[in-house]
Structures are given as structure tokens and as C-alpha cells.
């Protein structure tokens, strides 16, 4: 997936006319998602117990690459405003975060079908969302399309891990949810929806903020649930 990632970004650079760094970001961001990818694969816990690493998985490994080509973006030509001017590649990076988001759906179903379900694939899926969402939202702000309050939508995820560290009851475990799941690809929706040439800033900017919305209200609801049920200190 690698080399796959170098070519990509290399015929991008070249096509679209991007900077020579262009292909030095792409390999930075994906070095660096596939080494937590391997780092938690051999963790002692063995979060992944099967032999294979599986197709789902590597389907969310292509989606890690896809999306380290659009983190590669940031700081380039493309997308900038007015997107109007730059329509074409504008719409070709609506079409492939679109292609990025539909994968999404499918590694979950496979990996419960073929058998090889796993904590290592959940967090997997879940982080590679995250990271997704993180450029989706710093390309929307190149774009001109949102204010740098953008960024909250794409940082409240490490927000909370970052709290996780001071307020250990954060890591608690929380059931799983259809009103999470829900969030998510709302989120990721209106962030592509924000990025398509014919979406004036002014809407891009209303859609962003009501799905900003629905996201801490998500977060709100787990961050209660969590504290709910974290251990009552004992009296003395």
C-alpha cells in the first residue's frame, strides 16, 4: 500500500501541478499512520488474535492511504478559494473523499462476515474516521468554505484523548451506538457536501455548523454516560 500511496501522489503532483513536497507529505502521513497500525498489532494484548490481517482491514488501510493523499493537500493549490476558479479538481477531490467515505461501510460488514472481527479492527476504523475528518476539515478551511472553528470537528477526538489523560474514567467502556455511528457519517457527509464547488461559503459554513453541533452533543451524551459510571471513591 506504500509504493501504492508514492504513485499516487506522484501522478497527482504531476497532473495537478502540485509542489514537489506534495509526494514527501503523502509518505509522512501514511509512515506514520501504518506505524500505529503495526504498533498496536503487536501489542501484548494482542488486540488482533487472528493469524490473517484480513481483507476488511486492508480495506481500511486503502482508506489510511486515501487519506493521506488528501492530508498531502493541505498547504497546495487545491482546494483554495473561490472553489469556482479550480471546479474540476475541486469536484475530483469531492468524488474521491466520497469513493473514502463509502469504504467506510463496507470493512465493518466484511470483517463480521469473514469471521475476523476484532478490538484492533473497531479502533482501526474508528481512528482512521477521525484522521479522515481532521483533513476533511482543514481542507473545507482552505477552501474558504468555514472559519477556523472548523478545526473543533476534527479535533474533538484527540480532545478527548487528550482529556483521557488527566480524567482516566474517560477510557471507560461505552456500549456500542447507532446515535454514534450516526454522528459520524453526518459529520463526514456535510464536510465532503462543504467542499463541492457549487456550495456557497455562507451555506458550507451553516452546514458545518449544525453538524459541529450535533458532534458535541454526541460527545456531551458519552462524556455523561462515562462519568455516570466511573467508581464512586470509597468513604473514609
Sequence with gaps: ????????????????????????????????GAWLVWRALVAPARPHPHARFGPANRITLARLGAMALMAALVGEAVPSAPLGDVSLAAWALVVAATLTALLDAVDGALARRSGLASAFGARFDMETDAAFTLVLCAL??????????ILASGLMRYAFVAAALVWPWLNGPLPPSKRRQTVCVVQITTLIVCLGPIVPPLLASGLAATSLALLTLSFAIDVRTLARQRPTPPET
Aim: hydrophobic share 65%; glycine share 14%.
Design 1 to 32: 500500500m506504500g509504493t501504492v500511496v508514492l504513485l499516487a501522489a506522484s501522478a497527482l503532483a504531476s497532473i495537478g501541478g502540485l509542489g514537489a513536497d506534495h509526494v514527501l507529505k503523502a509518505a509522512a502521513v501514511y509512515a506514520a
Design 140 to 149: 473545507v478551511l482552505q477552501a474558504g468554505q468555514a472559519g477556523a472553528w
